[in-house]
């Protein structure tokens, strides 16, 4: 199924997809977990992955990521062939999975300084990322494992923000935000569509992940069940569940 | 190529001993353990000083092994929990700059470790040093060899539940050649041997270059694996 929503920018129609699996296999030992997924995402989209536990909803994030192995069928993530370089794709990826991906013992500015440090970003593209999410100067030189569940994943969304990936994968990233953070993160999605940037994100908070989404693609035993174009532009105005 | 390489492998160096010292592991827990392997060797062989003057070397290497493997496993504990291992896989750093900081980082350690173990050898076992230059180039070249050792071993455990008992079962056997090629370097050193020592030094600085070479041809795979 091809997520190129109506009105979408007209440009985009011509660039190659971000990601194109074509009856993509991924075996989790014997198990398929992903059984034949078909799916095609033109740059610039937001998907949301709708699906009920188990759907391979995060088999799919983890092998857009290069992390797993593609069994058969045919995959390519901007413009990589995931089933002979998927490591190459790689540092273009920004993944949030359910843990921080933080070092407790470092600081938050370490912690910046060492991820985003990988890819280029300067100190500079660090402040700004632990500022876009609201994450206080007064947090920055605490080790990680004195913030809250909250703090951590702002600043875990921070350090993706300041790698600027191509390509964002998230898997329930709304979850332990409270409501400012929550809306910073929607925030964030929409302007990084906006420069270019693809995301990708599965959540069951369906009612504020259909606001900031595009595209809802419902996932179902390893396979696209269908794919539903949404209006954007509601994004981070804080429509969703209010759980301070 | 091979400058980002090494700037990537500071990185990863710098990271490691960073939170060793916030967290000051080696220095309170590692060192105080190593140190308490000698004293119990020497009250072991306290009625035979001649004796333990003889092992001294042995002993010492002994003292860095077992306080070493824990180095090795605190480096790689830091980066199991909370999707780090998936972070360090999609970082953009170079396996071989991950394997040669960590390694680096260890190696750090281990030098700390081995100065405090040193004192402990001269203080507890009563050894005198007639070759400074044998020392030191023994404990460099061995304590790197065994800092890459563990580099790839750390590695091979990090996705293994049982890798707290696994990694001493696995890097022990392995660095056997070290702990041997180092006591008998180190007889030298502290002139218990008049046999001449730089030939064990050649054989150590062997033994480093092939797990130097092992670990950047491995370390990427074992990586993707755990």
Known sequence: ?244 | MMTELFVDAARVARKDLLIEWRTRVTINQVIPLGLLIEVVFAFAFDANRSLLEQGAPGLFWVGVLFAGTLVVQRSFTVEGPDGITDALRLSGFRPGAMFLGKAAAIFVELVVLEVALLVGVVVLFDVGLSDPLLLVATTVIGTAGFALTGAIYGALSLGVRVRETLLPLLLIPVVAPILLGGSRALEAAFGISTQPGWNWVGLLTVITGVYAAIGLVAFGPLMEES
């Open chain 1, 1 to 244: 199924m091809r997520v190129a929503a109506a009105g979408v920018d007209r440009l985009r129609g011509f660039m190659a997809p971000v990601i194109d699996f074509e009856d993509t296999v991924v075996l989790l030992g014997r198990f398929p977990a992903l059984a034949g997924l078909t799916m095609s995402v033109d740059p610039g989209h937001i998907v949301l992955l709708r699906g009920s536990n188990g759907a391979g909803k995060t088999t799919f994030l983890r092998t857009c990521a290069g992390l797993l192995p593609v069994s058969q069928g045919r995959a390519r993530v901007l413009g990589f062939d995931m089933t002979v370089s998927r490591r190459e794709v790689r540092p273009h990826i920004g993944l949030l999975g359910h843990g921080s991906q933080l070092y407790d013992d470092l600081t938050v500015a370490d912690n910046l300084a060492f991820w985003g440090g990988a890819v280029g970003a300067d100190s500079a593209d660090q402040r700004a990322a632990l500022e876009a999410m609201e994450v206080s100067p007064r947090l920055w030189n605490i080790s990680v494992q004195k913030l809250s569940a909250g703090q951590r994943r702002r600043v875990a969304i921070a350090v993706l923000v300041a790698r600027r990936p191509r390509l964002w994968l998230l898997d329930e990233p709304h979850a332990g935000l409270d409501r400012r953070g929550r809306d910073l993160l929607d925030g964030l999605l929409g302007a990084a569509a906006a420069a270019g940037a693809t995301v990708v994100f599965a959540s069951h908070e369906l009612d504020r992940a259909e606001v900031v989404a595009d595209t809802v693609v419902d996932i179902g035993g390893g396979r696209t069940l269908a794919a539903t174009s949404l209006p954007r532009g509601t994004a981070g105005e804080g429509t969703g569940p209010d759980d301070d």
